[in-house]
């Protein structure tokens, strides 16, 4: 196993459209995080969970986005009708439970034009 | 809830020179301490971490960061940068009384350049 993966790499949508982007964690880890970061800034919490359920939102997390991990294994964020604002990297993390490190795939980068 | 605050946004040393990050948290009790390097386009790497013990923490690539209880400090050093550290620099915090442990608070960064 190579570490996390996130697909694709990059994606350019127009406004209003829907994406999707799909984690891959590793492959033990049975916890999973989105993050989200944008030019600048550094990465903020979106998202947790544990096996496949959705234990932790954060208030950034607005009804336009949703995550699933429908098998406890790799996880999907969707954001729906797309605004400029949504621009930004999109970052999938993992862990073990115990663990005190969480491992980053190297992002989505989220362009609405 | 904890915050993070990196007050260098930019910051350029020569080859060779050392190096201090700064970071300052607020957090009520002793949370877990994080430094991550990001290059161009790329993930986070974990440098180091803090839980608990000697405050003296060492981390990869010969980076090496100092917790101070007393002033909420966590800033990270090296004696010697290389021009391969040339990257952003993210202090984060977590704390250890929520389900995850890693769900982490990220301060805004710290671009590092290295004049040859």
């Known amino acids: 196993d190579t570490g996390v993966s996130q697909n694709p790499r990059h994606k350019i949508t127009k406004r209003g459209q829907n994406v999707t982007f799909r984690c891959d964690p590793i492959s033990e880890h049975n916890r999973l995080y989105w993050y989200r970061q944008t030019l600048g800034q550094g990465p903020e919490f979106l998202t947790y969970f544990q096996n496949e359920a959705q234990l932790e939102k954060s208030r950034l997390l607005s009804d336009r986005f949703s995550a699933e991990r429908p098998k406890g294994s790799f996880s999907t964020l969707e954001i729906q009708r797309t605004e400029q604002g949504d621009s930004a990297m999109y970052l999938c993390?993992?862990?073990?439970?115990?663990?005190?490190?969480?491992?980053f795939g190297q992002g989505t980068r989220l362009t609405v034009v | 809830a904890q915050s993070v605050t990196q007050p260098d946004i930019h910051i350029t040393v020569s080859e060779g020179a050392s190096l201090e990050l700064r970071c300052n948290y607020s957090y009520g009790a002793t949370p877990y301490l994080f430094w991550y390097v990001q290059s161009p386009g790329q993930g986070l790497q974990l440098l180091l971490k803090?839980?608990?013990?000697?405050?003296l923490v060492q981390g990869i690539k010969g980076f090496e960061a100092e917790f101070k209880r007393s002033q909420s400090s966590f800033n990270l050093r090296k004696p010697s940068v290389h021009w391969s550290d040339a990257a952003e620099y993210f202090c984060a915090v977590g704390t250890p009384y929520n389900n995850a442990g890693n769900m982490l608070t990220f301060g805004g960064g710290t671009r590092l350049m290295v004049k040859p």
């Open positions: 803090y839980f608990s013990g000697d405050t």
């Open positions: 993390a993992s862990s073990s439970q115990g663990d005190t490190e969480a491992f």
